[in-house]
């Protein structure tokens, strides 16, 4: 064993750094709120460690980064444990990419035919709202997918945020879930008025740091709006297609985004991811891509997970601007 070790042990020490840096990005991200990399960065170290496990099976855990979502809630801060998992979606960069995730689907489907909504990938947190007889009851953030933090009191002060919901169809108890986001205005009104040790870095950190604040009268001075797009969990309720569940979020009295649009076929979400390529610079709020889900819940249900992403959906991601920005004087992505 010289040079330090055989080929396997500097595999697996190279493995152990990689799930090391992740592990630790991840913290600053996701409960600092404070990014030592940038996504580009986090995203290269996600991809080299995936490919390494996908070339060498037997080197994979369930404790990999690769098999989880986020990070554990802190423990100053209530739980909520999520009846359904919150989880992540897989990515694809490029049309190649989004066809195999296509092709993947049709092999375990081989005779459905899909249609597919197109939503824009709205660059905020997660939030889980859970609602009893149409009263909000819950907010919980994702946390590891498992287990999140409740957020309610803040949340409460989300003006966008239905407190209890509208229309003629109410179910006993629903979870609506969807992304709370700071415009760009409010992000950077917000860094020029803090001072330059607590700046955020962009209005992804800027709106998880606003809403995990003790104090709830923080979080409603910051301007957080937010997004519906999906039901966790709905009770005396069928729902047969992704864009009725669009249709019914809207009718409960949430902001869903105006630029859902439904594709029928692989041509349309191209068309969509590519138009929104360019045009997302004209948005008052961060993007940083497209989530493509497979239209009919029934598919969906068949299709299910694998580890931390859902068969039936995927993020085309954009890839990264890097800027300097005025306030900041380090490398940030847009
Ligand atoms: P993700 O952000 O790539 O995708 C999943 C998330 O997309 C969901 O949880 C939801 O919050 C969001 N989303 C927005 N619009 C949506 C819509 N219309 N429908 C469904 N979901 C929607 O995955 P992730 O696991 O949340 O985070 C991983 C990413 O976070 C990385 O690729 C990286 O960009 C970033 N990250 C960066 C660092 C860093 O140090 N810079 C660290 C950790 C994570």
Request: aromatic content about 8%.
């Amino acid at each position: 064993l010289q040079d330090g070790g055989s080929e396997e042990e500097k595999l697996e020490a190279h493995i152990a750094k990689l799930r090391h840096q992740i592990e630790e990005a991840n913290y600053q991200y996701y409960i600092n709120d404070n990014p030592v990399l940038t996504d580009a960065e986090y995203d290269q170290l996600m991809i080299e460690l995936q490919r390494i496990e996908h070339d060498h099976p037997e080197l994979q855990t369930p404790e990999s980064p690769t098999q989880h979502v986020g990070t554990g809630p802190v423990q100053d801060v209530s739980q909520h444990r999520h009846p359904v998992p919150m989880l992540s979606l897989a990515n694809a960069r490029s049309e190649q990419e989004l066809l195999d995730w296509h092709r993947r689907a049709q092999n375990i489907l081989p005779n459905a035919t899909f249609s597919y909504v197109c939503e824009l990938k709205i660059d905020g947190l997660a939030m889980a709202l859970t609602y009893e007889q149409g009263r909000l009851v819950m907010g919980a953030s994702r946390g590891d997918g498992l287990v999140g933090e409740d957020w309610t009191a803040n949340v409460r002060t989300i003006h966008t945020i239905a407190k209890k919901l509208r229309g003629k169809q109410i179910p006993s108890r629903v979870e609506v879930r969807g992304e709370i986001y700071m415009p760009i205005q409010s992000f950077e009104k917000l860094n020029e008025e803090l001072t330059d040790t607590h700046l955020f870095a962009n209005p992804r950190n800027a709106a998880a740091g606003s809403l995990r604040q003790k104090d709830p009268r923080v979080t409603a001075s910051r301007n957080l709006s937010f997004f519906g797009y999906q039901i966790g969990y709905v009770e005396g309720m069928r729902i047969t297609s992704h864009w009725d569940t669009l249709q019914l979020i809207r009718e409960w009295g949430f902001p869903v985004n105006p630029h859902v649009q439904m594709a029928h076929d692989l041509d349309e979400v191209m068309a969509y991811c590519n138009k929104w390529e360019k045009e997302r610079f004209n948005l008052p709020y961060e993007i940083d891509g497209v989530v493509i889900k497979i239209n009919d819940l029934a598919h969906q249900e068949e299709l299910g997970t694998v580890a931390r992403d859902p068969r039936w959906a995927i993020a085309f991601k954009y890839p990264p601007i890097q800027v300097a920005t005025r306030l900041l004087d380090i490398r940030v992505n847009v």
